[in-house]
């Protein structure tokens, strides 16, 4: 008997009616001879909602309470599921994290889901059950509600077909796949059929919003194949495996973009040893995420200027952390929010000469100043002026022919 984790997003119950339509692909699923696991997210625009009650109470609101707040959106879907299910006359009920239980370590609002006990759910889904979950969070050994981040739910699929030895894991979205590009502002972008570990990691990180990309690095680590699809139609989805499965025909996958960044440049810091380490330990302990890092040559070999990027919403607590560090000097701290990440990615690009000289030379041939550029074996992102960011990804799909 084929055991399987099906993850719905926050667009696939969105609605009552799209909740018994869940319901309805879920008990399909089970009539076909299948052990099913759900994992839902919290219904659409629920968690902005919660997110907004927050901010009205306090600007700093308590993270200890902010993960009691949001956790409850994915509870609520839960239920709903689970009742929709019994309706249909299946055998079904929800598991809250507490009672699996998750447990996680305890980072508020970006916790990890570090161990799963899952006798419960083998035993009910042994006695013919359909058991739900809810995504996005996790107790701690001390029992405190945890959250795993915005996304968090795609991980706590890909941890339960961890836990559980499931044969596979799909995530149910609306849309039909995973594409060469956002396909609601790039209309000729096209459905890829199969993609790699390594490809659909790096998109997820630059931007791409099909999967978060810790629930890909883990699927990865452990080589459990994903398939993503839509719940609205029956179409073939886009399957994720390993890289030695694929046969490529381009250099590169798709290209994505990304408008959450905003660069710092820390000016006039000592050029000398251990002064990057000085300016990144403390935002590493602080949990700021740190993307491309640039350093310019000094010309008085005294003094240089450190660039690098960081999430939009980490920009404050960024310059207060560096202006708060005694261990450094400088002169200035700028930042420029206004910026996008335009990345493209691809296997192919490692056998492909020419391919940073291409990407390039059709920004410049669009008059689109870079900024920033980072690289990876499969990679490459550049920063640019946001207002550029759509010229930009339609200039790259027709060069790297993915129109």
Same mark, same amino acid.
């Not at 058991?131 to 739910?153: A, D, L, M, W």
């Not at 099909?210 to 080589?223: F, I, K, L, P, R």
């Not at 251990?274 to 302990?285: C, H, M, Q, R, W």
């Not at 690098?308 to 261990?327: A, G, S, W």
């Given at each position: 008997?084929?055991?399987?984790?099906?993850?719905?997003?926050?667009?696939?119950?969105?609605?009552?009616?799209?909740?018994?339509?869940?319901?309805?692909?879920?008990?399909?699923?089970?009539?076909?001879?299948?052990?099913?696991?759900?994992?839902?997210?919290?219904?659409?625009?629920?968690?902005?909602?919660?997110?907004?009650?927050?901010?009205?109470?306090? #600007?700093?609101? +308590?993270?200890? !309470?902010?993960?009691? $707040?949001? &956790?409850? @959106?994915?509870? /609520?879907?839960?239920?709903?599921?689970?009742?929709?299910?019994?309706?249909?006359?299946?055998?079904?009920?929800?598991?809250?994290?507490?009672?699996?239980?998750?447990?996680?370590?305890?980072?508020?609002?970006?916790?990890?889901?570090?161990?799963?006990?899952?006798?419960?759910?083998?035993?009910?889904?042994?006695?013919?059950?359909?058991?739900?979950?809810?995504?996005?969070?996790?107790?701690?050994?001390?029992?405190?509600?945890?959250?795993?981040?915005?996304?968090?739910?795609?991980?706590?699929?890909?941890?339960?077909?961890?836990?559980?030895?499931?044969?596979?894991?799909?995530?149910?979205?609306?849309?039909?796949?995973?594409?060469?590009?956002?396909?609601?502002?790039?209309?000729?972008?096209?459905?890829? #059929?199969?993609? +790699?570990?390594? !490809?659909?990691?790096? $998109?997820? &990180?630059? @931007?791409?919003? /099909?999967?978060?990309?810790?629930?890909?690095?883990?699927?990865?680590?452990?080589?459990?194949?994903?398939?993503?699809?839509?719940?609205?139609?029956?179409?073939?989805?886009?399957?994720?495996?390993?890289?030695?499965?694929?046969?490529?025909?381009?250099?590169?996958?798709?290209?994505?973009?990304?408008?959450?960044?905003?660069?710092?440049?820390?000016?006039?810091?000592?050029?000398?040893?251990?002064?990057?380490?000085?300016?990144?330990?403390?935002?590493?302990?602080?949990?700021?995420?740190?993307?491309?890092?640039?350093?310019?040559?000094?010309?008085?070999?005294?003094?240089?200027?450190?660039?690098?990027?960081?999430?939009?919403?980490?920009?404050?607590?960024?310059?207060?952390?560096?202006?708060?560090?005694?261990?450094?000097?400088?002169?200035?701290?700028?930042?420029?929010?206004?910026?996008?990440?335009?990345?493209?990615?691809?296997?192919?690009?490692?056998?492909?000469?020419?391919?940073?000289?291409?990407?390039?030379?059709?920004?410049?041939?669009?008059?689109?100043?870079?900024?920033?550029?980072?690289?990876?074996?499969?990679?490459?992102?550049?920063?640019?002026?946001?207002?550029?960011?759509?010229?930009?990804?339609?200039?790259?799909?027709?060069?790297?022919?993915?129109?």
């Amino acid at each position: 008997m084929v055991k399987k984790i099906l993850k719905f997003g926050g667009t696939s119950v969105g609605t009552i009616e799209r909740i018994q339509h869940v319901a309805k692909i879920i008990k399909k699923e089970q009539s076909m001879g299948n052990k099913v696991v759900a994992v839902v997210s919290a219904m659409a625009g629920k968690t902005n909602e919660l997110i907004k009650l927050s901010k009205e109470v306090s #600007k700093d609101f +308590s993270k200890r !309470e902010y993960d009691v $707040l949001l &956790s409850s @959106g994915e509870q /609520v879907t839960c239920a709903l599921l689970a009742g929709a299910l019994i309706q249909l006359k299946v055998k079904a009920q929800s598991f809250l994290n507490w009672q699996v239980p998750i447990l996680t370590d305890g980072e508020h609002s970006n916790a990890r889901i570090i161990n799963m006990h899952v006798e419960k759910i083998n035993k009910y889904l042994d006695e013919e059950g359909i058991v739900i979950i809810p995504g996005f969070q996790g107790i701690t050994k001390n029992g405190e509600v945890t959250t795993i981040g915005r996304g968090g739910s795609d991980a706590t699929a890909v941890a339960i077909a961890k836990m559980l030895n499931a044969d596979s894991c799909e995530i149910y979205t609306d849309v039909d796949g995973v594409y060469s590009s956002d396909p609601n502002k790039i209309p000729v972008a096209k459905k890829i #059929k199969n993609i +790699s570990f390594d !490809e659909m990691l790096e $998109l997820s &990180s630059v @931007g791409a919003k /099909v999967m978060q990309s810790s629930a890909v690095q883990t699927a990865m680590m452990y080589d459990i194949p994903l398939e993503v699809k839509s719940t609205f139609t029956e179409r073939e989805g886009t399957k994720i495996f390993s890289q030695e499965n694929i046969d490529y025909t381009k250099s590169v996958t798709g290209v994505a973009y990304s408008k959450d960044d905003a660069k710092i440049t820390v000016i006039g810091v000592e050029d000398k040893p251990g002064v990057a380490a000085n300016i990144f330990e403390p935002l590493s302990k602080a949990q700021v995420n740190v993307d491309m890092v640039i350093q310019n040559i000094s010309s008085d070999e005294k003094t240089t200027d450190i660039t690098f990027t960081v999430k939009r919403d980490d920009v404050l607590k960024t310059k207060t952390i560096i202006k708060d560090n005694c261990n450094i000097n400088y002169r200035e701290i700028k930042n420029k929010d206004n910026v996008a990440k335009i990345s493209i990615v691809g296997a192919g690009m490692v056998t492909t000469p020419g391919i940073t000289y291409k990407m390039f030379r059709a920004l410049s041939d669009e008059s689109i100043n870079i900024l920033a550029i980072s690289t990876s074996e499969i990679k490459i992102s550049v920063i640019i002026e946001e207002y550029d960011a759509l010229k930009a990804v339609k200039k790259l799909h027709t060069i790297f022919d993915l129109d």
